[in-house]
Nanobody
Framework: QVQLVESGGGLVQAGGSLRLSCAAS????????MGWFRQAPGKEREFVTA????????IYADSVKGRFTISRDNAGNTVYLQMNSLKPEDTAVYFC??????????????????WGKGTLITVSS
C-alpha cells in the first residue's frame, strides 16, 4: 500500500522559514516525479512545485519561485520543501504528491497517482 506522509508543518511568523518532509513507502520512489500542492481555506488545491524522478529538473508556481526549494533523497524515499520568506498568503494545507507522468503534467492535480493527507502551515502577519 502506497503511503505519503508529510511532516514539518506548523505556525510561523511572516518572513520566517519552514521545511516540510514527505516520506514515501509502498512505491518505487525513484521512478516517480514528486511534488507539493496546497489548499487554502475556501480555495481550490493549487500546484506549488515538483521535481523529476532524478532530481535534475524542477518546476515552480510563480507565487513561490525564488522563495521555495524542492529537493529529494532517493536513497531515503523522501522529498523536501524548504520554504523561506513565508507570507500570510502561504497559509494552507500542503499536500505531497507522487506522479508517474512527465514532470510538466504535475502542474495539474487531475491524474496525480498518489496523495498524502496534508500538513497545515499557518503564517501569521
Amino acid at each position: 500500500q502506497v503511503q505519503l506522509v508529510e511532516s514539518g508543518g506548523g505556525l510561523v511568523q511572516a518572513g520566517g522559514s519552514l521545511r516540510l518532509s514527505c516520506a514515501a513507502s509502498g512505491l518505487t520512489f525513484r521512478t516517480y516525479a514528486m511534488g507539493w500542492f496546497r489548499q487554502a481555506p475556501g480555495k481550490e488545491r493549487e500546484f506549488v512545485t515538483a521535481i523529476s524522478w532524478s532530481g535534475g529538473s524542477t518546476i515552480y508556481a510563480d507565487s513561490v519561485k525564488g522563495r521555495f526549494t524542492i529537493s529529494r533523497d532517493n536513497a531515503g524515499n523522501t522529498v523536501y520543501l524548504q520554504m523561506n520568506s513565508l507570507k500570510p498568503e502561504d497559509t494552507a494545507v500542503y499536500f505531497c504528491a507522487a506522479d508517474s507522468r512527465l514532470l510538466p503534467m504535475m502542474r495539474y492535480s487531475f491524474g496525480i497517482d498518489y496523495w498524502g493527507k496534508g500538513t497545515l502551515i499557518t503564517v501569521s502577519s
